[in-house]
């Protein structure tokens, strides 16, 4: 997207709405939310209630809109704001600040992370990346492993059905909070991935995962706790509602 193709109102939000020079994520609850449509609108507004500060990656606004919620800040370079705009013009009455990135290098999913760390944030939750487009699924699990290490090589994914967890290798251990009886799986993001996973029905016992080869997909919650631990390469770890 063009900057001299936007919108006047679009330009003019930019230009008035920029960021506090101030402002400091750390600490904070953040949720940045993408652009996909299938997260039912309850979830979101389940999402959005728990968070702090509140992110949108273009279109991810207009998913804000439909819940009636307040975007703290929207990031990106706006080519789908830049069209629905046309037919929402008070768009931005729900927008507190808007950050422009013109750059073409990377999505607006990665914009939205880089952003976020630039102000402070260390842990953050992303939502609505579930849509009919898988190619950007795909990508945004993909963009959070590359981009993984600036949030201490773990992000949070708020799906329809449960959580995700995005996993960096890591000399710890990591335990997620579960119920027996959940669903649970571990994939791999990269090409080979060095896993350990407990407190499932099938533990994964220092496994070599690949997208070729060997995955823990439906397993199983055994306990109330389960502990992976990556030692090698990005894994997605799904957690499902019981």
């Not at 999402?47 to 990106?76: H, K």
């Not at 992370?113 to 939750?125: E, F, K, N, P």
């Not at 849509?131 to 600036?150: I, K, P, Q, V, Y």
């Not at 407990?198 to 199983?220: A, D, M, Q, Y």
Request: glycine share 10%; proline share 4%; aromatic share 6%.
């Amino acid at each position: 997207m063009s900057r001299e193709n936007l919108d006047p109102v679009l330009e003019q939000a930019i230009a008035d709405l920029r960021p506090s020079a101030s402002l400091s994520l750390a600490g904070k609850k953040v949720l940045g939310v993408l652009g996909g449509d299938r997260l039912p609108q309850a979830r979101l507004e389940e999402f959005v209630a728990g968070s702090e500060y509140v992110i949108a990656a273009d279109s991810g606004l207009l998913r804000l809109v439909t819940i009636g919620a307040i975007a703290d800040c929207v990031v990106g370079d706006f080519d789908s704001l830049n069209a629905a705009i046309q037919n929402h013009p008070s768009l931005f009455d729900s927008v507190r600040s808007v950050h422009a990135d013109f750059g073409q290098d990377d999505t607006d999913c990665a914009k939205l992370l880089r952003w976020a760390h630039s102000v402070g944030a260390r842990q953050i939750t992303l939502t609505c990346l579930e849509g009919d487009l898988l190619d950007h699924t795909l990508d945004a699990l993909h963009t959070c492993a590359r981009l993984g290490d600036l949030f201490e090589g773990q992000i949070r994914i708020g799906l329809s059905r449960g959580f995700g967890y995005v996993l960096n290798a890591s000399p710890n251990e990591r335990t997620f909070s579960t119920q027996p009886g959940a669903r649970v799986s571990l994939l791999p993001l990269s090409g080979e991935v060095q896993a350990s996973m407990t407190g499932t029905r099938w533990p994964v016992t220092n496994e070599t995962l690949s997208p070729t080869g060997f995955t823990s997909i439906s397993n199983e919650a055994s306990d109330d706790l389960l502990t992976v631990r990556i030692e090698a390469g990005s894994a997605f770890l799904f957690i499902g509602d019981r």
